[in-house]
C-alpha cells in the first residue's frame, strides 16, 4: 500500500515535472527571454529609452521582458547573476560604474548574451557594449538654440561631466557655434542626477545672468525656463508636449535599433561581442531631432534650411560630428 | 580676483539671489525644527531621510489625485508623524538603539513611498506633474524685503513663522518646558509629575511631521513631482544643523539660511567658470557649514539626555 503510493507520488511528480518542462522549452523556441537591470528608476530619461525598445519588442511578442530598477551599483553584480542563473537569453542594463564586476558575470555565463552601457570595449564571447551616441542630433539642436537665442547666451546644466553627458554637450556647442561663433555658455553641474530642484536653481541662476536659451540635460531645467520665459533644448527624451511653449526643439535617442538588432542576433544563434554604438547615430535611426511640433513656424525658415542641410550631410556621410569626451566648461 | 570679488558682491546685492537663498533653506528650515523638537526632548531621530521623502510622495500624491495644495501638506505631516510615531514607539516606549532605529525608519519609509509609486505608477514615460505653489507676486511692493519675498511660495512664509512660534512653544509655555526637562532630565521630569514617555513620544510626533512637510516643500513648491532621490541628502544636513543651531530655533534658522546661501551662491560662483574643477564649488557649503559648526558649536550645550532612553523606575 504504502509503496504503491510513493510509486504513484514519484511517477505524477515525474509527468508533473516533465509537463513543466515542455511549455516552457516551447516558448523559449520563439520568445526569447530577457531582463533589464537600471540602477535608476525607469522614468530616468537614458533608461526610459531602453525601456520604451524593450516594451515594444515585448508587445510584438518577441520577448519575455522582466526588469529591476534602482538597483545600486553594490547589488548590481547579485542581480545580474541571478538573472543569468534563470537562464535569460538576454540581459540588458548599464555597466558603467560596474564595468569589472559585470564582465566577470558574463564570463561566468558564456552562453548569456549581455549587452550593456558601457564607455569600454566589448569583450568575446558574449558581452557587448552600446551608448548614447546621439551627438548628431545634439548637434543639430545646437544650431537652432544658437539661432533662436537673442541674448547669445545659452546655459547648460548637467548632472555629472561623464562622457555620455559631455559628447552631447559639446557636439551642442559645435552646433551652437556654427550659427553663432561668439555664443557665450554657462555651464554647470549639480552632482547628481534625482535632484530636479537643484537643477532648477542652477538653471535660475543661468537665466538670471541673461541666459534665454537652457540646454536641459536634467529634469527642472526646463521648468525654470517655462517660469522665465525662456527656452529650453530637450536631450534624449521629447518633453515637447510637457513644455510645449518652451521645448523648441530636442535630441532624441531611439534605441529600437540596438535592441532589434541585438534580439535578431540572438534569435538566430549568432550573437556576439560587438560594439553597438553605431545603432545609435541617426544612419541607423538611432537618434534624430525631434520635429518642430509647437515650434513650426517659430524657428526662422532660414535657420530650418541650414539645419536641414546639415541634417542631410551627417546623413550622407559628408560632415561628422566629432566626439568629445572631455568636461565642457562656461566661456 | 577683482572680477571674483565683483561677481560676489553683485551677487549678494541682486534679488533674485536671495530669492534663492530663502527657497532652498525652506526645505532645511522645516527640517531642522523637526530634528530639533525631537532632540530637545531627547530623541535622535534619524529618520529624517525617509520620512523627507515619504512626505514628498504622499504630499505630492494627494495633490495628483486631486486634493488641493494644502491639503497636500495637510496629508505629508499626517504621513510624517505616523513615521513619528513608529520611532518613539521603537525608541521611547522599547527603548532600541535611537541611531539603529531611525535608520530603519529612513530605509523603510524610503522603500515604501518608492514601492508606493511604483504600484500606483506602473506605466510612465516621464513622472508625472502637479500645479505646485505659485509664488506670491502680490508682495512685492513691500519695502525691502518685497522682491525677495514675492520669488516665495506660502510654505517657505510658513517654515518662517514656525521659528519664533516654536521658539515661544518651547520658551515660554509649560509644555515646552516640559518638553525640554525630558530632554535634559528625565527623572526630575518624572519627579513633577511629567509623563516622559507621552512628552517624548509626542516630541517625536510633532517633529517628524515637520520633517513630512519639509519634503513636501520639494514636491509641492520647489518642483511639482516626485522622484526617488530627491530628497538627496538634505535631511542629514538638518541633522547637523540643529548642532550648529545649539538646539536653538533662531539659530536653526540663521543655519539654514546661511548653508542655503553658500549652496545659492556656490551655483552661480561654478557658472561664471574659472580653473576650479566643479566639484569644489559643490562642496563649498558643506565646507563652510562645517567651518562654521566648528565655531558655533564650541559652547553648544546639547540636550543633556539625548539618545539616553528613559526606563520608568529604573536609576
Given amino acids: 500500500m504504502t509503496n504503491r503510493i510513493r510509486r504513484t507520488l514519484i511517477t505524477s511528480s515525474l509527468a508533473l515535472a516533465a509537463a513543466a518542462m515542455l511549455p516552457l522549452s516551447a516558448i523559449a523556441a520563439d520568445k526569447i527571454k530577457v531582463a533589464a537591470i537600471y540602477t535608476v528608476p525607469v522614468e530616468q530619461q537614458w533608461v526610459s529609452r531602453i525601456h520604451k525598445a524593450l516594451n515594444a519588442a515585448q508587445s510584438r511578442g518577441e520577448i519575455e521582458y522582466v526588469f529591476s530598477e534602482n538597483v545600486t551599483n553594490a547589488d548590481y553584480e547579485r542581480v545580474m547573476r541571478q538573472y543569468a542563473e534563470q537562464g535569460k537569453g538576454l540581459i540588458v542594463g548599464e555597466a558603467f560604474a560596474v564595468e569589472s564586476a559585470a564582465r566577470k558575470v558574463a564570463r561566468d555565463y558564456p552562453k548569456t548574451a549581455f549587452l550593456l552601457g558601457s564607455s569600454g570595449k566589448p569583450q568575446a564571447p558574449n558581452f557587448s557594449v552600446f551608448d548614447n551616441y546621439i551627438q548628431e542630433p545634439a548637434y543639430l539642436t545646437g544650431m537652432v538654440a544658437a539661432g533662436m537665442s537673442k541674448s547669445g547666451q545659452?546655459?547648460?546644466?548637467?548632472?555629472?561631466?561623464?562622457?555620455?553627458?559631455?559628447?552631447?554637450?559639446?557636439?551642442?556647442?559645435?552646433g551652437a557655434r556654427e550659427i553663432n561663433p561668439k555664443v557665450k555658455f554657462t555651464v554647470s553641474f549639480i552632482g547628481s542626477w534625482f535632484d530636479p530642484p537643484k537643477a532648477k536653481e542652477a538653471a535660475f541662476a543661468m537665466i538670471d545672468k541673461g541666459a534665454d536659451v537652457m540646454y536641459a540635460e536634467r529634469f527642472g531645467v526646463s521648468d525654470a525656463a517655462k517660469e522665465r520665459g525662456v527656452l529650453a533644448i530637450g536631450n534624449v527624451i521629447d518633453t515637447q508636449p510637457q513644455y510645449?511653449?518652451?521645448?523648441?526643439?530636442?535630441?532624441?535617442?531611439?534605441?529600437?535599433?540596438?535592441?532589434?538588432?541585438?534580439?535578431?542576433m540572438v534569435q538566430a544563434g549568432t550573437f556576439k561581442a560587438e560594439d553597438y554604438g553605431k545603432y545609435s547615430t541617426m544612419k541607423f535611426g538611432g537618434s534624430e531631432m525631434a520635429r518642430l511640433g509647437t515650434f513650426e513656424g517659430k524657428v526662422p525658415a532660414a535657420l530650418v534650411a541650414k539645419v536641414k542641410a546639415k541634417e542631410k550631410a551627417i546623413l550622407d556621410g559628408s560632415f561628422t560630428v566629432k566626439v568629445n569626451d572631455t568636461e565642457p566648461k562656461s566661456n | 580676483m577683482m572680477d571674483f570679488l565683483t561677481t560676489l558682491f553683485d551677487m549678494l546685492g541682486s534679488a533674485s539671489f536671495w530669492v534663492a537663498t530663502l527657497r532652498v533653506a525652506t526645505p532645511l528650515i522645516l527640517g531642522t525644527l523637526g530634528v530639533l523638537i525631537c532632540?530637545?526632548?531627547?530623541?535622535?531621530?534619524?529618520?529624517?531621510?525617509?520620512?523627507?521623502?515619504?512626505?514628498a510622495f504622499t504630499g505630492w500624491l494627494a495633490v495628483f489625485n486631486g486634493a488641493d495644495l494644502w491639503t497636500g501638506v495637510l496629508v505629508a505631516g499626517l504621513v510624517g508623524g505616523a513615521f513619528g510615531l513608529l520611532h518613539a514607539v521603537l525608541t521611547v516606549w522599547l527603548t532600541v538603539s535611537q541611531h539603529v532605529a531611525g535608520l530603519g525608519v529612513t530605509l523603510l519609509a524610503t522603500s515604501l513611498s518608492a514601492f508606493a509609486y511604483r504600484v500606483s505608477f506602473p506605466q510612465?514615460?516621464?513622472?508625472?506633474?502637479?500645479?505646485?505653489?505659485?509664488?506670491?507676486e502680490s508682495l512685492a511692493d513691500l519695502p525691502l524685503i518685497g522682491p525677495v519675498l514675492a520669488g516665495q511660495t506660502s510654505l517657505t512664509l510658513l517654515a518662517i513663522a514656525l521659528v519664533p512660534a516654536i521658539a515661544y512653544l518651547l520658551y515660554r509655555t509649560p509644555m515646552g518646558l516640559a518638553l525640554r526637562m525630558v530632554g535634559e532630565n528625565p527623572a526630575a521630569a518624572e519627579g513633577q509629575?511629567?509623563?516622559?514617555?507621552?512628552?517624548r513620544t509626542g516630541a517625536v510626533i510633532a517633529g517628524s511631521m515637520l520633517m513630512g512637510l519639509a519634503g513636501a516643500f520639494l514636491t509641492l513648491s520647489a518642483f511639482n513631482a516626485f522622484f526617488f532621490n530627491m530628497i538627496n541628502g538634505r535631511g542629514w544636513i538638518c541633522v547637523a544643523l540643529v548642532v550648529f543651531a545649539s538646539w536653538r530655533p533662531g539659530k536653526a534658522l540663521l543655519g539654514a539660511v546661511l548653508f542655503a546661501a553658500f549652496d545659492a551662491a556656490q551655483l552661480r560662483l561654478q557658472q561664471a567658470?574659472?580653473?576650479?574643477?566643479?566639484?569644489?564649488?559643490?562642496?563649498?557649503?558643506?565646507?563652510?557649514?562645517?567651518?562654521?559648526l566648528i565655531v558655533m558649536a564650541r559652547r553648544a550645550a546639547y540636550p543633556q539626555a539625548l539618545m539616553k532612553p528613559y526606563r520608568k523606575g529604573e536609576r
Fill in chain 2, 273 to 292: 567658470g574659472g580653473v576650479l574643477p566643479y566639484q569644489i564649488y559643490l562642496m563649498l557649503p558643506y565646507l563652510l557649514s562645517i567651518l562654521a
Fill in chain 1, 244 to 264: 510645449p511653449d518652451t521645448v523648441a526643439a530636442s535630441a532624441l535617442w531611439n534605441m529600437e535599433p540596438t535592441i532589434d538588432t541585438a534580439l535578431k
Fill in chain 2, 124 to 136: 510612465v514615460s516621464t513622472p508625472p506633474t502637479i500645479e505646485a505653489f505659485a509664488p506670491l
Fill in chain 2, 193 to 199: 509629575g511629567v509623563d516622559v514617555i507621552a512628552v
Fill in chain 1, 154 to 174: 545659452i546655459g547648460m546644466v548637467g548632472g555629472y561631466p561623464i562622457p555620455e553627458v559631455n559628447r552631447l554637450m559639446h557636439a551642442f556647442m559645435d
Fill in chain 2, 39 to 55: 532632540e530637545r526632548a531627547g530623541v535622535l531621530n534619524l529618520g529624517i531621510e525617509g520620512i523627507m521623502v515619504a512626505g
